[in-house]
């Protein structure tokens, strides 16, 4: 896999030597976590896959890390700090541009995917950037309300993707929080996959299994890798 120079940490894993047309997974982790978390899930990933596992850029501990801050209010709901949201917003969108480059991997064979707060992050750039990627793959996640008002034109969304899957029983981020981002999207001219699978905030091995077949699917109808 080429060296690549990047604005942020990272862990990376190359596709299968030999692919003529790799693709390109970039995954974020949640609040709390690094991008040690989702790489062990990279070589679980197709062979045509190049994987990157992204480390966000503020410092909650040692080993532990968030894309933004954010308090739970009295009654539930969460603010969070939009400065540290827009700021991540742009180093992801930064980021994954630049790697793609480098990787010699069109916007068309882009993947952006992660969890619970990694999710927001992948969800936030397909629909305020959805010429820099092909899909977003969300785990356990939400919409952010504060990226509604700058979501792209309708048409921009033609041919791209959106994978949503939750825990049915998540005590972390509710269900209905993947239920509204669905609703969003069936707004849009994209194509969604993904439903809610027993369980809390994990990733279980049956919503893996069945993120890694829309993942296969996904790429292969652009044809023979």
């Known amino acids: 896999m080429t060296q690549l120079h990047l604005p942020l940490k990272f862990l990376a894993h190359g596709a299968q030597p030999g692919v003529r047309e790799p693709w390109l997974l970039v995954l974020m982790h949640g609040v709390g976590s690094n991008e040690q978390d989702l790489f062990g899930l990279a070589r679980m990933m197709p062979p045509q896959f190049h994987v990157l596992s992204l480390r966000a850029p503020y410092v909650l501990s040692p080993d532990s890390y968030a894309w933004f801050e954010f308090e739970v209010l009295p009654g539930g709901e969460r603010r969070i700090d939009e400065e540290q949201e827009r700021e991540s917003r742009f180093l992801v969108s930064e980021m994954v541009a630049s790697a793609a480059q480098q990787l010699g991997v069109s916007a068309d064979r882009v993947i ?11 969800l936030s750039l397909l629909l305020t950037k959805p010429e820099s990627v092909r899909a ?11 990226v509604v008002q700058h979501i792209a034109p309708p048409e921009a969304f033609e041919g791209k993707a959106l994978w949503v899957s939750h825990g049915s029983a998540d005590n972390v981020i509710p269900p209905s929080a993947a239920q509204a981002t669905r609703e969003l999207a069936r707004t849009l001219p994209l194509t969604l996959s993904g439903t809610d699978f027993p369980g809390a905030h994990e990733i279980r091995p049956a919503e893996l299994q069945a993120t890694l077949a829309w993942l296969q699917s996904l790429s292969a109808q652009a044809g023979p890798a």
């Open 136 to 146: 977003a793959m969300v785990w356990h996640s939400r919409l952010l309300s504060q």
């Open 112 to 122: 952006v995917g992660g969890f619970s707060q990694g999710g927001i992050m992948a």
